[in-house]
């Protein structure tokens, strides 16, 4: 099966299969499909076909080909074979791209293999294509050096030389199939040093509460002494001034109403103070705690990886699989694990060429998952259950994520609760705040024999928002790499873990009712085994090394990439502009664009929808208008623009969402829920000239490749969201599907809807042309809906029509004589 090719700025057409530049190129047709303008042609006859004499077949969805309309194959009586409506040489045009669902894809990555980036017959060794040339090549982005845009597809991720290399490596990983624990360490062995950690645990744990019950002594005699010294001071001043007053009895009373009243300020103050100082200092006793817990799971972790590798060398030398160093190894011979850990390095193999898909993992995750659900008594029973029928050292990292991140460490009671994950005793950690995602991930990972490491950073995590620096503490964060595939690679267990999720919000095709809205847990697999270049986003090392990146980049570079959630990668999403910054800064008109490019095969399922703020407030109204009427939302192609305009000077926050769905299920009226997948500051420093909102029309995307990608209506006269016209205008569409009931509503700011009904009028002509015909009463800015909705849709014959037809499309309409 063919893969979708990476496109940057052009596709692919589907009659030679070449690239498509926009000067050449008509479309998209019917399910994105592409030509060149010399390519649009009878697939039968070879008669020029132009975008209203070109007909698609109606009765096979999948023959994408076109035809003229004495060749378009119909259905007539008896039976007709393929080669008599010209479908045969149809079926034999190359194919270029194979749009899949994903929902039903469910890769939840947004990763390409070899064949999206055009490079497997490179790596097979043969190209019998013309055009089979690394996407780059276009570009004059991709220079082959070390430097590169992140969230990009580097030069030498693409570099054929590079590519065989990295395939041969991942050939070895793979083969890697190592034998289980068992055959080497004995269980009892491994648990002795197991109870000789614990007893260590358990003796820094009682220090730990020597520490705290001492700290809290020292502290309550600290206060008693101030205490005493200051009501001793209050009793003497008291004293003092009654004998110099004593000959004013009425005054007595006064000075002493005056003590008790300062005895309880002195009281109040005190405690006040006494419980700021407790804080302060169960905040220090607590940071210490950890990093002493830490450097003792380190130490554990390497004794505990020792006692493995000692083990494991004796067993490889019983069986004679050990060979001297210098020696190499022989093609069938495994790649032994490293009994140090390798300095940090980015990774040869990407994510996506180690595994297209978690399902590869469903197996691994099961063990898992059923794991979670009982009580182990000890860590070695527990990675012992877990990694037991593992055959690679990826496989045993991937039980280890995915048992925690089913187990909720921040939701863990220790008692029992109604499922049968209980949480495990010996988490006791947890109980003390010592034990965290990334210590605990560290500490299983050297019980299966993997080197795991804790790095130190900051995150863009909870609160941030884009634009902020990190100057203080306050977006410090922990997380893992891990020595799997013959590379360091991330994990972040904690941002893995999505925790609980309610599963009525996700509507299941197909699903019965009943169980629909039980609690499930979901969890992300975007922060398993993450590439260098996406993770880097999201979180920066303290040291430059562990950013695995050829050219490590500062902390205000850090600052400035765009502020992207795990969705934008699993969606293959990336930005096509360089200069795209985490703040981006308005020209003196209050315009600023954001421009997101999606791959080919998520054009025709990728809805995005957008929300604009205040920066600094939740106000999302500027003149009692919504903000919203700032944006322009747009889609050419596979780009998605967004236009906003600041209607005053100021800081605001752009915040885009997108969700994957297919026009069928988008028809059937359910609401969607969206994600947010990147967010923007837009600084507006200084206005010249004042902006006036969009017409008030539907929300969403303007522009007509919706009505293209929901309907199949297929625009002839305007192609673009903006369309400039006289005092007249004639929209013009063909239907590739049968379609009724059309509708068109004229906005314009200021002026009545209804007033404005009568200026727009449609018909639809024989040959499936829908032209709508529009006049306007003055000069202006205008906004057009159009709604419509498929032949055997919803009846229309119940109450009024409105309601039951779908927005189909918008353009925004300048009306000026001089057009």
Request: charged share 25%; with cysteine; hydrophobic share 35%.
């Amino acid at each position: 099966m063919k893969m979708y090719r990476m496109n940057f700025y052009e596709s692919t057409c589907l009659r030679c299969d070449q690239t498509v530049y926009q000067v050449d190129r008509v479309g998209p047709l019917k399910d994105f499909t592409f030509f060149h303008s010399g390519c649009f042609k009878c697939a039968v006859c070879g008669t020029k076909l132009t975008l209203k004499t070109y007909y698609n077949n109606q009765h096979r969805q999948e023959d994408k080909e076109v035809y003229c309309s004495s060749h378009v194959p119909k259905i007539g009586p008896g039976h007709l074979d393929g080669s008599a409506v010209g479908i045969r040489s149809a079926l034999n045009v190359p194919r270029s791209t194979n749009f899949v669902n994903e929902q039903i894809r469910g890769s939840g990555k947004g990763t390409f293999d070899a064949e999206a980036l055009n490079i497997r017959p490179h790596l097979n060794g043969h190209s019998n294509h013309p055009n089979h040339q690394s996407p780059h090549h276009h570009h004059p982005q991709y220079q082959h050096n070390d430097s590169y845009q992140y969230g990009r597809f580097d030069a030498s991720a693409l570099h054929i030389a590079h590519a065989l290399r990295a395939t041969e490596l991942q050939k070895s990983y793979n083969k890697v199939r190592e034998k289980p624990i068992e055959y080497y360490l004995d269980k009892d062995e491994q648990t002795r040093l197991e109870m000789k950690h614990r007893k260590e645990e358990d003796d820094l744990y009682r220090k730990f509460a020597r520490q705290r019950e001492e700290e809290d002594k020292r502290m309550k005699e600290e206060f008693r002494d101030e205490w005493e010294k200051e009501l001793e001071r209050l009793t003497s001043r008291f004293e003092r001034e009654l004998q110099t007053k004593r000959k004013r009895p009425d005054e007595h009373k006064v000075l002493t109403l005056r003590l008790q009243q300062e005895r309880e300020d002195l009281e109040k103050n005190m405690t006040i103070r006494r419980d700021k100082k407790k804080e302060s200092l169960t905040r220090k006793l607590l940071e210490h705690e950890r990093a002493a817990t830490a450097a003792l799971v380190e130490k554990q972790s390497r004794e505990m990886l020792e006692l493995i590798n000692e083990k494991r060398s004796e067993y490889m030398m019983a069986e004679s699989l050990y060979l001297d160093e210098g020696e190499g190894y022989a093609d069938d011979t495994l790649l032994p694990y490293p009994s140090q850990a390798p300095t940090p390095a980015p990774p040869l193999v990407s994510k996506f060429q180690i595994y297209n898909d978690p399902v590869e993992f469903s197996h691994i995750d099961q063990i898992a998952i059923s794991v979670a659900q009982e009580d182990q008594k000890t860590f070695t029973d527990l990675v012992r259950q877990l990694v037991g029928r593992c055959g690679s050292d990826i496989e045993k990292a991937r039980t280890i994520f995915r048992w925690i991140t089913v187990k909720n460490l921040n939701t863990m009671t220790f008692d029992d609760n109604l499922r049968g994950d209980t949480p495990m005793g010996l988490l006791r950690g947890i109980k003390h705040g010592t034990e965290s995602y990334h210590v605990l991930f560290k500490r299983l990972c050297s019980y299966a024999g993997l080197h795991c490491v804790v790095i130190k950073g900051y995150s863009k995590s909870a609160g941030y928002q884009p634009g902020v620096r990190f100057e203080d503490n306050r977006f410090r964060n922990s997380w893992n790499a891990v020595y799997v595939a013959g590379a360091w690679r991330f994990v972040q267990c904690n941002w893995g873990a999505r925790h609980l999720v309610n599963a009525k919000e996700v509507p299941k095709a197909g699903g019965k009712g009943g169980k629909s809205d039980s609690l499930r847990y979901e969890y992300d697999d975007h922060y398993f085994l993450t590439d260098p270049r996406e993770f880097i986003y999201e979180f920066f090392p303290l040291q430059a090394d562990w950013q695995l990146l050829k050219t490590p980049i500062t902390l205000q570079e850090f600052e400035e990439l765009p502020f992207v959630r795990s969705l934008f990668f699993r969606y293959g999403l990336y930005f096509p502009d360089s200069h795209t910054k985490a703040v981006m800064y308005t020209d003196a008109t209050g315009a600023a664009t954001v421009r997101i490019a999606m791959p080919t095969n998520m054009q025709s399922s990728l809805i995005f929808h957008y929300n604009l703020k205040f920066y600094d407030s939740d106000g999302d109204t500027y003149d009692g208008v919504s903000l919203k009427r700032f944006v322009m939302q747009s889609v050419v192609g596979n780009m998605v623009a967004f236009r906003v305009h600041a209607p005053s000077s100021g800081a605001f926050l752009l915040d885009i969402f997108a969700n994957a769905v297919t026009p069928k299920e988008y028809l059937t009226g359910e609401p969607m829920k969206f994600k947010s997948v990147c967010k923007f500051k837009i600084a507006c420093e200084e206005l010249q000239t004042v902006m006036v909102p969009l017409p008030d029309c539907a929300s969403g995307e303007w522009g007509p490749t919706k009505a293209t990608r929901l309907f199949g209506l297929i625009p002839i006269t305007h192609q673009d969201a903006l369309v400039f016209a006289g005092r007249e205008l004639e929209l013009q569409f063909r239907m590739s599907r049968p379609l009724t009931d059309f509708m068109a509503t004229l906005h314009k700011n200021g002026v009545e809807e209804k007033r404005l009904s009568k200026f727009v009028s449609h018909v639809v002509s024989d040959d499936d042309v829908v032209t709508f015909l529009i006049s306007f009463p003055e000069e202006g800015q205008y906004g057009l809906d159009i709604y419509t909705r498929e032949l055997g849709g919803a009846s229309a014959e119940s109450t009024g029509e409105k309601h039951l037809l779908t927005h189909c499309c918008k353009y925004l309409i300048n009306s000026s004589k001089r057009n």
